[in-house]
């Protein structure tokens, strides 16, 4: 069975600009959560999502919204970037009540 | 809100040699206690979990931790250390959020092999 993808695995983004990152969970599961990962640092929650409705929010600026479809993928949007939102970000997957997560590979984010 | 704390943030070992690396966490219900293991430019992989029951949990690749709620604590340990184990180890514990759970992660420990 397929893990968590994400995509794309890198990209780099100018400050002010906006970015929409991927992630297609693992078949059955119905949660999506997005994380940051600043360098040298461990990963920071940023959303919950169980059937296309927010389970929770993090410490993140307005600017961070995510949305899940139907079939359970998850987009995750940053808009008016700064240099700041330069990270790893990366997308986890669970079963519903479950507290285990499955993370993918993550999508690397460069703002220049 | 549940913090975890890693101490030390590298970890140099010999090849062969005990590896331990440090965990302890805050929670003001019983925690579920992750340890994750992130190669460079990879995602986290879970070496293990405690949730309930065996405070001995044992994990993929030898490794195991021990749940010891008086001290508040939940160590990794591998009894030999083998040149593939070198990788950034993350402990983690769950937390309730809105309507959810989240994860609470510690900053992290660079562990590094030595031949």
């Known amino acids: 069975d397929a893990g968590v993808t994400q995509s794309p695995t890198h990209l780099i983004k100018t400050r002010g600009q906006q970015v929409t990152l991927r992630c297609s969970p693992i078949s059955g599961h119905k949660s999506v959560s997005w994380y940051q990962q600043v360098l040298g640092q461990g990963p920071q929650f940023i959303f919950q999502?169980?059937?296309?409705?927010?389970?929770g929010r993090g410490n993140f600026p307005d600017r961070f919204s995510a949305r899940q479809f139907p079939n359970y993928s998850s987009e995750l949007n940053v808009n008016a970037l700064l240099l700041g939102d330069s990270a790893l970000y990366l997308c986890?997957?669970?079963?519903?009540?479950?507290?285990?997560?499955?993370f993918g590979q993550g999508t690397r984010l460069t703002v220049v | 809100a549940q913090s975890v704390t890693q101490l030390g943030s590298h970890v140099s070992v010999s090849e062969g040699a005990l590896v331990l690396l440090r965990c302890n966490y805050s929670s003001s219900v019983p925690p579920y206690l992750f340890w994750y293991v992130q190669y460079p430019n990879q995602g986290l992989q879970l070496l293990l979990k405690?949730?309930?029951?065996?405070?001995l949990v044992k994990g993929i690749n030898g490794f195991e931790a021990e749940f010891k709620k008086s001290e508040t604590s939940f160590h990794l340990t591998k009894p030999s250390a083998h040149m593939s184990d070198a990788a950034e180890y993350f402990c983690a514990v769950s937390e309730k959020v809105e309507y959810g759970n989240k994860l609470v992660f510690g900053a992290g420990t660079i562990l590094r092999v030595k031949s």
């Open positions: 405690y949730t309930t029951g065996a405070t």
């Open positions: 999502y169980y059937e296309k409705e927010e389970r």
């Open positions: 986890a997957s669970s079963l519903e009540g479950a507290t285990e997560a499955f």
